[in-house]
């Protein structure tokens, strides 16, 4: 009890939200790398799920490449990519590392946000006469929606619990006073520190949570009441 009250005292302290390394920055830079990940991810992954879901090919492929995905330690993946790039391209290992640990998650809502649709429905548009593209764009992503948009929340939650090991490599972050904390066993700034990542990743689940409530289509909503 005594070492939470410690880190709240540290981090009401105004010296911690001024100078060069102040919270807030390192909050803004932690904010940034994570949006940058999962957007980049984005573009790579819902194209690929997409197509997955729409032609019903290479689910085995997607299930087996995220399966793997995950079970790689995200530590040992920046080190290694550090190491092959080079020092000096840390900042893109750094990237590429919440890059690939986004993909798994984002490429899982997109394609089951497709299967999960109703046979039926899809045959109904088919017989309306729609092409492909109209069914794609008209009925299989407003109703996959959804569930993609959980991907997002996923992916996002996984980068913004991720990204404090990029203080590893000098990138800044909500991860600089943990590691720092560590170093000079200040425990009250390695609880500080995490408090503050928990509480943002509590706040961008939360207005994700309100995003995909959004993003069911209002004919399924009113269906689900």
Same mark, same amino acid.
């Given at each position: 009890?005594?070492?939470?009250?410690? =880190? @709240? /005292?540290?981090?009401?302290?105004? &010296?911690?939200?001024?100078?060069?390394?102040?919270?807030?920055? +390192? $909050? %803004?830079?932690?904010?940034?790398?994570?949006?940058?990940?999962?957007?980049?991810?984005?573009?790579?992954?819902?194209?690929?799920?997409?197509?997955?879901?729409?032609?019903?090919?290479?689910?085995?492929?997607?299930?087996?490449?995220?399966?793997?995905?995950?079970?790689?330690?995200?530590?040992?993946?920046?080190?290694?990519?550090?190491?092959?790039?080079?020092?000096?391209?840390?900042?893109?290992?750094?990237?590429?590392?919440?890059?690939?640990?986004?993909?798994?998650?984002?490429?899982?809502?997109?394609?089951?946000?497709?299967? =999960? @649709? /109703?046979?039926?429905?899809?045959? &109904?548009?088919?017989?309306?006469?729609?092409?492909?593209?109209? +069914? $794609? %764009?008209?009925?299989?992503?407003?109703?996959?929606?959804?569930?993609?948009?959980?991907?997002?929340?996923?992916?996002?939650?996984?980068?913004?619990?991720?990204?404090?090991?990029?203080?590893?490599?000098?990138?800044?972050?909500?991860?600089?006073?943990?590691?720092?904390?560590?170093?000079?066993?200040?425990?009250?700034?390695?609880?500080?520190?995490?408090?503050?990542?928990?509480?943002?990743?509590?706040?961008?689940?939360?207005?994700?949570?309100?995003?995909?409530?959004?993003?069911?289509?209002?004919?399924?909503?009113?269906?689900?009441?």
């Amino acid at each position: 009890m005594n070492l939470l009250i410690d =880190a @709240i /005292d540290w981090l009401r302290d105004p &010296a911690q939200w001024t100078g060069s390394a102040h919270l807030g920055g +390192l $909050l %803004w830079q932690h904010v940034w790398v994570t949006l940058l990940a999962v957007a980049i991810a984005v573009v790579i992954a819902v194209p690929a799920g997409w197509a997955i879901g729409h032609t019903g090919r290479g689910r085995e492929i997607a299930v087996a490449l995220t399966g793997a995905a995950r079970a790689v330690p995200s530590y040992g993946l920046l080190v290694l990519l550090v190491l092959v790039m080079g020092v000096l391209q840390r900042t893109e290992a750094a990237l590429i590392t919440f890059v690939i640990l986004a993909i798994p998650p984002l490429l899982a809502g997109a394609y089951t946000g497709f299967e =999960a @649709i /109703d046979r039926s429905t899809i045959n &109904a548009a088919r017989s309306m006469g729609m092409t492909e593209w109209q +069914l $794609l %764009w008209r009925v299989e992503v407003p109703l996959g929606l959804p569930l993609l948009v959980g991907g997002i929340r996923a992916a996002v939650l996984q980068v913004v619990a991720t990204v404090t090991i990029a203080a590893y490599v000098g990138l800044g972050g909500l991860g600089l006073p943990i590691i720092t904390g560590l170093n000079l066993r200040r425990y009250d700034m390695v609880l500080g520190g995490a408090l503050l990542v928990a509480a943002l990743a509590l706040v961008l689940d939360g207005l994700l949570a309100v995003a995909q409530r959004t993003a069911v289509p209002r004919g399924v909503r009113s269906r689900q009441v």
